[in-house]
Structures are given as C-alpha cells and as structure tokens.
C-alpha cells in the first residue's frame, strides 16, 4: 500500500510502500511516555521503501533490549515520526499518527501488553461526542463511533 504523511506544521514529508498487515498497538512504558497517551500505535517499513522530505530530528535512547534506539522528531512542531536502529537504519516505525491513511490501517497485534493501561477495555462504553464535549453525543450504533477525532 502506497501511504503519505507528515509533521503537524508540514516542513517534514514522507512517502512509503507499506505492508498494512504489520501495523502494531506497542503499549511498552516508553512507547505511552514518548507519545503522551496510553500507547502507540506504528508501522515497521524497510527505510529503503520510505522516501522522506525534511530533515528529522534524532534522540538516541537505549532499549528494554540493550538496543540503542533513534526517535525522530520535528524539530519545528514537535510531531513524532519513526523510531529506527541508531547506527544503521534498516527499518522505520512509522508512528501512525503522522501517516494520512491511518484510518485505512488497523492494527493487527498488540505487544507489551503487561505495562497496557487497566482502564482501556472499559473506553467503548463511554459518552461518545463527534466533537468537542459540547457537541451532541452520538448514538451507539453510530459509524463515527469507531473513527478517531481531532484534538
């Protein structure tokens, strides 16, 4: 599948040949600590299949693993792109966020699942708003029950 994205203010852009079947819910404590919300959602691509535009940012982190691991960034707006290899990057975790089709990209398995958020079972019964908390609720049959919103 053929997917573009970019930062939040656009001075970085990318384009990529992806597998939609490799798409992951990572919900390891750096994983929640790196993106502010209870876990995040990537997909792994070979680098040699993403074309990017912009130069990234790097913080080099050690891994659970011993790895050491680079986290890309926009310098400008802040807007987590990827996490690769520190040395030689051989493969992108695109962060899914940043990716225009992920709406099209459901994620396919879930790892570090003992540091996962106990309360997250419990979101699909919560009031519902298409917007805002003082937009209208929406019904719970509703189509845009399942589609992420703006913040």
């Given at each position: 599948?053929?997917?573009?994205?970019?930062?939040?203010c656009?001075?970085?852009s990318?384009?990529?040949?992806?597998d939609?079947?490799?798409?992951l819910?990572?919900?390891c404590?750096?994983?929640?600590q790196?993106?502010?919300?209870?876990f995040?959602?990537v997909?792994?691509?070979?680098?040699?299949?993403?074309?990017?535009?912009?130069q990234?940012?790097?913080?080099?982190?050690?891994?659970a693993?011993?790895?050491?691991?680079?986290?890309a960034?926009?310098?400008e707006?802040g807007?987590?792109l990827?996490?690769?290899?520190?040395d030689?990057?051989?493969?992108?975790?695109?962060?899914l966020?940043?990716?225009?089709?992920?709406?099209?990209?459901?994620?396919q398995?879930?790892?570090?699942?003992q540091s996962?958020?106990?309360w997250?079972?419990?979101?699909p019964g919560?009031?519902?708003?298409?917007?805002?908390?003082?937009?209208p609720?929406?019904?719970?049959?509703?189509?845009?029950?399942?589609?992420?919103g703006?913040?």
């Open positions: 599948m053929h997917i573009t994205g970019q930062c939040h656009g001075a970085i990318f384009t990529a040949l992806v939609p079947g490799k798409v819910v990572c919900h404590s750096d994983c929640q790196f993106s502010g919300g209870p995040r959602a997909l792994p691509t070979p680098a040699a299949q993403v074309q990017l535009k912009g990234p940012k790097h913080y080099v982190k050690l891994a693993s011993g790895n050491r691991r680079a986290q960034f926009c310098a707006c807007t987590q990827y996490a690769t290899e520190a030689t990057p051989k493969t992108l975790n695109l962060r966020g940043c990716v225009n089709e992920r709406a099209q990209l459901p994620p398995v879930q790892i570090w699942c996962a958020m106990p997250l079972g419990q979101l919560l009031p519902r708003h298409g917007q805002g908390t003082a937009s609720r929406l019904p719970a049959t509703s189509p845009a029950n399942s589609r992420a703006e913040a």
